[in-house]
């Protein structure tokens, strides 16, 4: 016999590992002034950044009670425990990545220091 | 009235659905680089050499369509069986990795300028005679 809060425990700990297995890297370019020793054309560069999105500490919890009451052993399921637990989990699954995806901030420093030093003596801009 | 295949495949679709199109989040990402650091006295020079400038990007997938999660069931589910309380939750484990995978789909690579630094005096360093 299963009951709820078996089958709770069940969810929690099925769907918290799917979750978990949330997990995407993307490279983001970014376009930024360099050297340009080959002359006017060679201006500009671009800094590769790797950034990796993912949610390896989900809780379990995320899927706390979002199975439908009725879903037990010897308890007819009706229908909108089946498709209330449907939303549900997918619903917690939007806000929980949405949660993990946050602002990023990173260097990108492409140019030669010494020649922007030359640039930009103590005494001013040249 | 019994519970069919039929309807568990249909509530996957219809309730998984709307509730994937709410996706949606922009974050805003920051690069560090160098500007410009113009009347700068000596001491301060090394601290203003560089600026950091700051592009949005949206995440999203508010167009999803519903059959994103047809066939999305417990296998255990068929017609003229009984189902079982289990299926439900094994059906949920598996739109939860359809979710899942759909949205990391949706991150995608990106670019952006982030041009900070004085153009004249960038232009000013590397002359068409090469780097100064």
């Not at chain 1, 590992?17 to 002034?33: C, D, H, P």
């Not at chain 2, 300028?113 to 090469?130: A, D, L, Q, W």
Request: aromatic content about 10%; hydrophobic content about 20%; glycine content about 10%.
């Amino acid at each position: 016999m299963a009951s709820y809060s078996t089958l709770n425990s069940n969810a929690q700990s099925q769907c918290g590992n799917q979750l978990r297995t949330f997990s995407k890297s993307i490279n983001i370019a970014t376009a930024v002034y360099t050297n340009g020793s080959a002359g006017y054309n060679s201006s500009t560069a671009t800094h590769n950044s790797t950034q990796t999105f993912s949610d390896g500490g989900g809780p379990n919890s995320t899927y706390n009670n979002d199975l439908g009451g009725g879903t037990y052993t010897g308890h007819v399921i009706r229908d909108e425990d089946a498709y209330n637990s449907f939303a549900n989990c997918v619903r917690g699954t939007v806000d929980r990545i949405e949660a993990v995806t946050g602002n990023r901030s990173y260097d990108a420093y492409v140019c030669h220091t010494s020649c922007h030093t030359s640039c930009h003596t103590s005494r001013g801009r040249r | 009235m019994s519970m069919d295949p039929g309807d568990i495949n249909s509530w996957v679709q219809s309730y998984g659905g709307p509730q994937l199109r709410t996706f949606d989040k922009t974050i805003n990402i920051s690069t560090n680089v160098y500007t410009n650091s113009s009347n700068n006295s000596a001491t301060a020079y090394v601290n203003s050499g560089t600026s950091s400038a700051s592009t949005n990007h949206r995440f999203e997938y508010t167009g999803a369509n519903n059959n994103i999660y047809n066939g999305y069931y417990d296998g255990g589910i068929s017609s003229g069986s009984i189902m079982y309380p289990q299926d439900i939750v094994d059906t949920m484990e598996d739109i939860v990795r359809r979710t899942v995978d759909v949205i990391e789909g949706r991150y995608t690579n990106r670019s952006q300028s982030h041009y900070v630094c004085h153009t004249s005096c960038h232009t000013s360093c590397h002359t068409s005679r090469g780097r100064r």
